[in-house]
């Protein structure tokens, strides 16, 4: 049986900065931001989006009154949670009328919640054919302004939908794993910005990659050749180079590897971080931007939680894949933004629910999407 993702969605914000103006802010080399971390433009989340919101608007683009009757179980894979207790997952469930018999919860490790919540759905719907399995992945990526991650800032959801007989790419059910106690980034709950060691992240990031690509390789038998593309977890998009270039060196592969990673990092260089989607957006930009994707050609996708753990898991593309279908409303969203000036992103930045819990309102005159936060009342979201 064929088990897999049938149908992805992308959502982020209306908003958005430039790299250029923020590098010219901070005093910095257009170059670095463009070339050297590999960002043009990073998404600002307005204070009426949280993850709730900005998954539900992901998932509510592709399902139909039969998924959301079909669906049995909803995993939510996010490090921005709005809740120590209930999860993100219920209340996308309610917002999206999914029926009531069905499993929701959240998933915490990092950039990588999502990865475990499609592994989980993959057994289950081998196990029950006829289920499918929602899996979501939001966040809101915060550094700090005036940080060195500042510029590796973002946010955004995507929602897949996991099913037998997909129509996108069929798992392969192999994967390599690893994990170790390592403090490269972090967030206490006291806080709202993340705390991180930004270069020795990127050190554990590629360590963890050829660790669980090497051994995916010893476990499966395949190289780099049964390759037609690898996706990564793209915190920045130069952090996937860095990790291609540490295996391909200069192996047959390698041309055809770096070509296609350039289609696979178009969106996140658009975007930005957004944490636990930012693998799947990265695939969605694959398939959406591709010219050279066939069916049953193979893709890698590596993920990296920091704290930290990786996995490396690999698909198939399927017969009919409709890449205009796929691109057509991410292109839509990303060409219809709002460029804010650094001085109004920095104001947007500072605000949000007042962290000490009491009641607030947010003007949502502004935010057109089908579902927003409109503020608090007795402890309750809006
Ligand atoms: N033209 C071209 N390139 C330039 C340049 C110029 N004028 N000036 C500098 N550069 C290059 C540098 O050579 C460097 O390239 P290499 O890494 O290839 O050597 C690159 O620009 C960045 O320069 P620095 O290392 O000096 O940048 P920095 O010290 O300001 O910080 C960072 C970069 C560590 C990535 C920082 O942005 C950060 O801490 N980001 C958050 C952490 C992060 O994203 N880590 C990734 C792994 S962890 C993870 O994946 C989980 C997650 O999602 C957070």
Redesign the pocket.
């Known amino acids: 049986m064929i088990v897999g993702i049938d149908k992805i969605a992308f959502f982020t914000s209306p908003y958005y900065i430039d790299m250029t103006d923020l590098a010219n802010a901070r005093g910095e080399?257009p170059?670095?931001y463009l070339?050297?971390?590999g960002q043009q433009k990073q998404s600002v989340i307005p204070p009426t989006q949280d993850v709730v919101t900005l998954a539900a608007n992901a998932a509510d683009e592709i399902l139909d009154e039969a998924d959301k009757q079909a669906i049995d179980m909803v995993i939510f894979g996010t490090e921005s949670g709005i809740d120590q207790s209930k999860s993100a997952a219920i209340y996308v469930q309610s917002l999206l009328g999914i029926g009531k018999s069905a499993r929701s919860f959240e998933i915490k490790q990092?950039?990588y919640g999502a990865t475990a919540g499609i592994q989980m759905a993959f057994d289950h719907v081998t196990q029950h054919p006829k289920s499918k399995v929602l899996v979501l992945a939001a966040d809101i990526a915060r550094?700090g302004l005036n940080t060195?991650?500042e510029?590796?800032q973002g946010g955004g959801a995507v929602a897949m939908l996991i099913t037998a007989q997909p129509d996108i790419l069929a798992l392969d059910g192999q994967s390599a794993f690893y994990s170790d106690d390592i403090m490269?980034?972090w967030r206490p709950a006291y806080r709202r910005e993340?705390l991180?060691d930004?270069?020795y992240?990127?050190d554990v990031?590629i360590d963890f990659f050829n660790r669980t690509w090497n051994q995916y390789q010893a476990q499966t038998n395949r190289h780099l050749d049964d390759f037609k593309a690898i996706a990564f977890?793209l915190?920045?998009t130069?952090?996937g180079l860095?990790a291609l270039r540490s295996v391909v060196h200069d192996h047959p592969s390698a041309v055809g590897l770096l070509e296609q990673f350039e289609f696979s990092r178009q969106y996140n260089a658009l975007v930005g971080?957004l944490?636990t989607g930012?693998l799947y957006l990265s695939l969605l930009s694959l398939l959406a931007n591709s010219d050279d994707l066939k069916p049953g050609d193979r893709i890698g996708l590596f993920s990296?939680?920091?704290g930290a753990q990786g996995e490396f898991y690999s698909g198939k593309i399927i017969a009919d894949l409709q890449s205009q279908k796929l691109a057509e409303p991410v292109n839509h969203l990303l060409n219809n933004r709002i460029k804010l000036t650094i001085s109004e992103y920095e104001k947007m930045y500072q605000q949000g629910l007042p962290m000490n819990g009491r009641d607030y309102e947010f003007d949502i005159t502004k935010d057109h999407n089908r579902f927003v936060l409109a503020g608090r009342k007795a402890n309750r979201r809006l």
């Open positions: 080399d170059n670095k070339i050297g971390i990092a950039c550094y060195p991650g510029v590796t490269d980034f993340a991180v930004g270069h992240s990127t990031y977890h915190p920045f130069k952090m860095k971080n944490y930012s990296y939680g920091s």
